[in-house]
């Protein structure tokens, strides 16, 4: 046998490894990233600064609940779009748990926020995972419009008022006294924690045993039934740990805004995350969080040029999936590949683009 | 042959499959031993796909009952058939294209060892899958190919890498859907001295249209017509059977798929 023979080395082998994205630059990439969050309150120390340090904590939440998508959407093959009842359960969990008196342990909230997310991801995702394609994100919808007409159409938490968390809760560390987040520099501080758990963790997972059985159900399910795979219950997996990361989110944006409504629950929320994935690149951690920096710094942008901002949101969102359909996060790679393609006269083109999806999947795994 | 070693692994009684009013296999009795090559032949529509499909949990049976070693599996999920010992390879190729060879195999073999609560544990780091893949790729021929994107790979490695990723999972019964399907001569003759390599120590039940090759490798051979058993016996017998050359050998054998 001569496994070789019928497989003569191809020239496009070495364009393969040009076109995929180096360890190193991700790794770069990250680092860069968080280096420039972390200095941002130290540059940004005027008060006149404050609106930018309070910008800058709503983009990082919104970004952890892009990453929860991302595990569902880019990951797993499913696509929810119904993600922001996972959000506002647990926003409104914690304006219902959060005492009225004086500050709650953040810590307990936490756990009752990202508590309640988890049920109900459990209780949904156990009844939409037995539905698949357009159905199922049909079905996702429909119990995200549910919860959203349980906060506006009952008496429960102020009905369409929605409610407010009169004190921002303490965080007890190591018998000190409480750290507060009144500030809104510490709770910048907060929320960048809470971003670098939540990519961590979502990293750790993805390596994992159960993170590549996910990605392997993701391109081809019926394979990994055939192997042996319980698929069902690791969608379900999937599906409950995507609910608790949006339910980080939301817990930390019922704490930044001190207020809870049913808007939170609407499909619009479910569509800018499903919009930050897509404009970031679907399969890519990095990607969710470079979707939702991009897409709420440009909404604040836009909105400051006109009232109409949203026609010039959806004309950018065109534009940028027309051109870069892998998502922001292919910027390097496409730059990568531009540059040996002039000097190779465009020969590698096919060979380059046909690696596209490959060099993504690898990240992916 | 191997006709004293009778020991039945996957036995199979009165399977039918029935899809509102039309019944695709109907009442079909199948015995699958250790260290033989039982091949399913018949024209397409015979009911060969319903028939694997079934087998191999994928499809529940109308009526029927499925035995693995002695144990009823009737009605078992797909999953936890695989688990006990049951793989199965695909007419079409049904692999994970973005990923290497060794990941498809990795993938396939870390099914024996799933611990998915691990999670901090990188799953490179799973001894059990990665030696399970080492071993399949090896026995496949596709040792040389390990790190090469699946996507990368020509029809009739890709052919090779399907039933690497089934010997992964440690089988003890194969079921293999046209495994020649869409193959040259040359990658045809390699699979063959793969499924010959692999009658010891597995139970193989092998879909297939090339008639030639059937005959070469077969211990038994079943043949199926409109969704029942006509004929099963040793290929000299299944080739004197008058009524198999009625229904099927005579007929001109079109190009398989």
């Not at chain 1, 800058?56 to 797993?76: D, N, P």
């Not at chain 1, 342990?105 to 009752?112: A, H, Q, S, T, V």
């Not at chain 1, 809470?194 to 993805?206: D, E, G, K, M, S």
Request: glycine residues 10%; proline residues 4%.
């Amino acid at each position: 046998m001569q496994p070789n023979s019928s497989a003569p080395p191809s020239p496009s082998l070495q364009d393969l490894q040009d076109v995929r994205r180096p360890p190193w630059l991700a790794a770069l990439g990250w680092i860069a990233a968080l280096a420039v969050l972390a200095i941002a309150p130290l540059v940004l120390t005027a008060d006149s600064h404050k609106f930018y340090i309070e910008l800058l904590s709503k983009v990082m939440i919104m970004a952890i609940f892009a990453l929860s998508l991302q595990l569902l959407i880019g990951y797993t093959g499913l696509v929810s779009l119904g993600h922001a009842a996972y959000f506002a359960v647990a926003a409104y969990a914690t304006a219902m748990l959060a005492p009225e008196g004086g500050p709650g342990n953040g810590w307990l909230l936490m756990l009752g926020a990202l508590g309640a997310a988890a049920a109900l991801a459990l209780v949904v995702g156990a009844l939409v995972l037995r539905t698949r394609g357009v159905y199922f994100i049909m079905v996702t919808l429909a119990f995200a419009q549910m919860v959203y007409f349980v906060f506006h159409d009952t008496k429960i938490a102020g009905g369409s008022d929605g409610t407010y968390i009169y004190f921002r809760p303490e965080f007890n560390v190591l018998r000190e006294r409480p750290l507060t987040v009144n500030d809104p520099v510490q709770f910048y501080w907060l929320v960048l924690a809470a971003l670098v758990v939540a990519v961590a963790a979502l990293a750790v997972l993805l390596r994992s045993r159960f993170g590549h059985a996910l990605v392997g159900i993701r391109h081809n399910e019926q394979r990994m039934r055939a192997a042996g795979y319980a698929t069902y219950r690791y969608q379900l997996g999937a599906f409950v740990a995507g609910g608790v990361v949006a339910g980080l989110a939301g817990y930390l944006y019922a704490i930044q805004f001190g207020f809870v409504n049913p808007e939170i629950a609407s499909w619009h929320q479910s569509g800018n995350a499903m919009l930050m994935v897509i404009l970031g690149g679907v399969g890519s951690l990095a990607g969710a969080v470079l979707g939702a920096f991009s897409f709420v710094l440009l909404a604040e942008w836009f909105s400051t040029l006109t009232r109409h901002w949203q026609l010039l949101m959806g004309g950018f969102i065109i534009v940028a999936v027309a051109l870069l359909p892998r998502g922001l996060v292919s910027v390097p790679a496409v730059l990568r590949q531009r540059a040996p393609r002039r000097r190779r006269n465009g020969n590698a083109q096919a060979a380059a683009q046909a690696s596209d999806a490959d060099a993504r999947s690898r990240e992916a795994v | 042959m191997t006709m004293m070693t009778h020991i039945p692994i996957l036995q199979a009684e009165g399977l039918t499959r029935r899809f509102g009013g039309l019944t695709a296999v109907n009442g079909v009795d199948l015995s699958l031993a250790l260290h033989q090559i039982h091949a399913v032949i018949g024209t397409n529509g015979a009911g060969k796909s319903t028939l694997i499909n079934m087998l191999s949990g994928e499809l529940p049976p109308s009526a029927g009952r499925l035995q693995l070693q002695g144990q009823d599996v009737t009605g078992w999920t797909q999953h936890k058939l695989a688990r006990h010992g049951i793989g199965r390879s695909y007419q079409r190729n049904n692999i994970f294209l973005p990923l290497t060879v060794r990941e498809n195999c990795r993938l396939a073999a870390q099914s024996r060892a799933q611990r998915a609560w691990r999670l901090w544990e990188p799953a490179q780091a799973c001894r059990t899958s990665r030696a399970l893949a080492d071993e399949a790729m090896e026995r496949a021929g596709l040792a040389a190919q390990a790190a090469r994107l699946a996507s990368e790979l020509a029809h009739g490695q890709k052919r090779q890498l399907e039933v690497a990723m089934c010997l992964a999972t440690q089988p003890v019964a194969l079921l293999l859907d046209e495994p020649l399907a869409g193959m040259g001569a040359e990658e045809s003759a390699r699979m063959l001295d793969l499924l010959r390599g692999l009658r010891d120590g597995h139970a193989i039940l092998l879909v297939e249209h090339d008639m030639e090759a059937v005959f070469a490798v077969a211990d038994r051979i079943t043949v199926m017509v409109n969704g029942t058993v006509i004929a099963s016996g040793d290929p000299a017998a299944i080739r004197a059977n008058a009524e198999v050359q009625l229904a099927y050998l005579g007929e001109e054998e079109g190009a398989h798929a």
